[in-house]
């Protein structure tokens, strides 16, 4: 042994290999976040079933469709929310203001869990909104299928809420 040299020259270098079940822990905890983000943000926007009759509606896309453009050109704008058990609408014009509508109406269905279905009848309250007479029994989500009269307009809606 030279007088310069001690026992750590002897010992052969390090690795880069002992850093790969680090990394491979890191790359599988990255895979599991990006997932769990997805599975969130899928869960969170699903809309749940969108009709009874899948085929039939299929078939008639079209009529479908043009429905569709004729109430997105009315510009009005469906708000719903839960306040005391209860569903409450505010519908706005394309100008943004309240829209005061001849005919409210809709049902409550549960969108997963026990088939519950609900006819809905909506009262003017005296701030404009539209307030469901009947109660919505049970916490949870609700899927309101709305349907909006003024005159000869009309619109169909759906909308999620919470009865918290």
């Known amino acids: 042994m030279s007088p310069h040299s001690s026992a750590h020259d ?3 270098p390090r690795s880069g290999w002992r850093w790969f079940p680090h990394a491979s822990v890191a790359a ?4 599991v976040i990006v997932n769990v983000g997805l599975t969130w943000a899928a869960l969170g ?11 039939g509606t299929s078939n008639r896309y ?3 469709l043009a429905l ?9 704008k469906v708000d ?3 306040e005391a058990g209860h569903a409450v609408l505010r519908l706005f014009g394309p ?7 001849t005919l409210v109406s809709g049902v409550a269905e549960r ?12 009262r003017r309250g005296p701030d404009g909104a539209y307030v469901a007479s009947e109660a919505l029994e049970g916490k949870g989500q609700w899927e309101l299928r709305l349907s909006v009269e003024r005159g000869a307009d009309h619109l169909q809606a759906t909308r999620r809420i919470i009865i918290r």
Do not use: Q
């Open 10 to 12: 002897t010992a052969s």
């Open 28 to 31: 599988l905890g990255v895979v």
């Open 45 to 55: 926007t699903y809309p749940g079933e969108a009709t009874k009759d899948d085929f």
């Open 62 to 64: 079209n009529a479908v």
């Open 68 to 76: 569709a453009a004729k109430e997105a050109a009315l510009g009005w």
């Open 80 to 82: 719903a929310t839960a």
């Open 95 to 101: 100008d943004g203001r309240p829209l005061e509508a």
């Open 111 to 122: 969108p997963l869990g026990a088939d519950v279905s609900l006819p809905l009848t909506f």
